[in-house]
């Protein structure tokens, strides 16, 4: 959709201006025309990750995981322009909130992030924390499940070097 695509390439801009919550304005209408899109869902998970707004960005960043995808580090970078330190920044700033304060939406959104990384065993960790806190949580438990099979198979082929 040609209105949708638009509405996308101009909250880029302005997250690569650094106006996030003109971004996420942006992709809100996104979302409202294509509630299914990952993309979508991802990048406004990003606008408000951004912004601190953290537990609204973990739902989004849930959403995605239901919706079968999530970005990787190539499509995070070109979201920031290659700005590492401005992730870091964000980032550093979400691992201050969790520590200060452990929450189920903090922890998720953490193992997100570090799943993005490829930091997978910072991912296990804090999806290990949400089930902690919230033991039934299914969609935590199945993608512990996937993360723990992605290390058994990169410690099978560390050995067998």
């Known amino acids: 959709m040609a209105a949708a695509r638009a509405l996308v390439a101009k909250a880029k801009t302005l997250f690569q201006q650094k106006k996030y919550e003109e971004a996420r304005g942006e992709l809100d209408k996104v979302v409202v025309l294509m509630p299914e899109d990952t993309n979508a869902v991802q990048f406004r998970s990003l606008a408000l990750f951004a912004e601190g707004l953290f537990e609204q960005a973990a739902s989004d960043a849930y959403d995605s995981f239901k919706l079968g995808?999530?970005?990787?580090?190539?499509?995070?970078?070109?979201?920031?322009?290659?700005?590492?330190?401005?992730?870091?920044?964000?980032?550093?700033?979400?691992?201050?909130?969790?520590?200060?304060?452990?929450?189920?939406?903090?922890?998720?959104?953490?193992?997100?992030?570090?799943?993005?990384?490829?930091?997978?065993?910072?991912?296990?960790?804090?999806?290990?924390?949400?089930?902690?806190?919230?033991?039934?949580?299914?969609?935590?438990?199945?993608?512990?499940?996937?993360?723990?099979?992605?290390?058994?198979?990169?410690?099978?082929?560390?050995?067998?070097?």
Request: no cysteine; aromatic share 8%; glycine share 4%.
């Open 69 to 161: 995808n999530s970005w990787n580090w190539d499509a995070l970078m070109d979201v920031y322009a290659d700005d590492r330190d401005t992730y870091q920044q964000h980032l550093r700033a979400l691992e201050a909130t969790v520590k200060a304060e452990s929450t189920v939406p903090g922890h998720f959104l953490l193992a997100y992030h570090y799943l993005v990384l490829n930091h997978l065993e910072h991912g296990e960790k804090h999806l290990q924390n949400v089930l902690e806190l919230r033991p039934e949580e299914e969609l935590s438990q199945q993608l512990l499940a996937v993360v723990q099979d992605l290390q058994k198979q990169d410690d099978g082929q560390t050995a067998s070097r």
